[in-house]
Every structure is written in C-alpha cells, then in structure tokens.
C-alpha cells in the first residue's frame, strides 16, 4: 500500500469555524489531489498539487485553499466552514499521472 | 457538470453471474482509470488503460478502452461475494497531469 495518511479521520465542526485537514506522504510523489465525496456526485476534484508550493484549483475549489511547503505534505483548509461542506475528504498522490493512490479519508461533519 | 456517465448505478447479481458495467463521455481521456472502493475506505486503483482499443484483464475483470478514448468497459465473469463493491470509473481529461474526472460509481453486490 502506497503510504499516505489523512489527519484528522474524523472531524464535527461548529458552522464558520475554519478547518485544516492534512494529507501526508511516504512515497515522495510530485502529484497531490484533494477530492471530496457526496452521494449521487461521486469524487470532485477541489484542489491539486503538481510540485512543493505550485498548486491550482479544481472543480469545486470554492470556500477552499491549499498549501504544501514540503513535497510529503498537502493541507486543505476550510476558510469558514458551511454545512455544504459536510462530506468525506480524499487526499490521493500520482507519479507521473498515471493512476493515484488515495488515503483512507476524513469525514468532517459541520454542524 | 458531469462529463463521465456510469451504467448502471447499482447492480444486484447471483454469484457465478457475469456484469458488464460501462463508462461514457464525450470528451477524450488521455487515459481512463478504474477503481474499487470498500465502505469507510478510500478507492483503490485496479487499472489505468492508455490506448484506443487497449484491452487489459486482471483475472476475473476485463477492462477495454474504447478506441476514441471516449468510453471503457468493465466486464466481471463469475461474480463473487467477494467483487461486491463500489466501482468507479475516472478519466484523465489533461495529459498525464492526473486530474480525474469520476463516475457517479456502480454499487455492486454478488449474493451467494
């Protein structure tokens, strides 16, 4: 199993609080992603990574920013969070773009 | 906007039954890719496939690539308990950046 690790697994947060969830990695991968899952809309893209401080926005990138600063870390923040951001976050990683390998997912609940 | 159709959305089978599951758009993917994923777990990747008309089978699964690169198939002989499942197809629209466009996903479970 590629190794990357999501931080915090599960999260319940108050409505316009802000919230950072971390990605991390062990396979020293240029590729970094942050996708969300809703029932009946799949994996959405918010936000990649394609090298240490270059990244660019996704799909549903709205409401969301991102940094990485060393190439193993991958942080996505929720500037105020909404109850339309209550979803199951993945973090994944690609080499080349040629298949990714995703975390086990963070469940953040704002209420 | 959803540019990647997956069919059907939910299947229910006896075991030892074959599936096809399909996957469709109008866009061209440099390559198309096919995930598993189990519930409380992220997707696991199975196949990613390259070429126009690329056939690849991983045991039991056959996966095609359609040969504009618009379309793929994922096809099960003789389901099993242990296929059951959520499938997703995801293609990558922007030359091996790795930005993925995904299927609502095919829920599958095999009865024994």
């Known amino acids: 199993d590629a190794g990357i690790t999501q931080s915090p697994r599960h999260k319940v947060t108050e409505t316009g609080t802000p919230v950072t969830l971390r990605c991390h990695q062990t396979?020293?991968?240029?590729?970094m992603y942050w996708y969300r899952q809703d029932p009946g809309h799949g994996l959405r893209l918010i936000h990649y990574s394609y090298g240490v401080k270059d990244t660019d926005k996704g799909e549903v990138s709205d409401g969301y920013s991102v940094s990485r600063s060393k190439t193993e870390d991958f942080l996505l923040t929720l500037e105020s969070a909404t109850s339309s951001q209550t979803s199951v976050y993945f973090c994944a990683i690609s080499e080349r773009g040629l298949g990714a390998f995703f975390g086990q997912g963070t469940r953040l609940t704002v209420v | 906007t959803q540019l990647l159709e997956q069919s059907p959305q939910f299947l229910s089978i006896q075991e030892g039954e074959n599936l096809t599951v399909y996957c469709n758009s109008s866009s061209v993917f440099s390559s198309l890719q096919w995930y598993r994923q189990e519930p409380g777990e992220g997707p696991v990747l199975l196949v990613t496939v390259v070429t126009g008309g690329e056939v690849k089978k991983l045991k039991r699964l056959t996966f095609q690539f359609g040969d504009a690169r618009k379309d793929s198939s994922l096809h099960i002989t003789a389901a099993q308990p242990g296929d059951t499942g959520l499938y997703l197809c995801a293609g990558d629209l922007s030359s091996n950046t790795g930005k993925l466009i995904f299927g609502q996903g095919t829920t599958l479970q095999v009865k024994p």
């Open positions: 396979e020293n991968h240029r590729y």
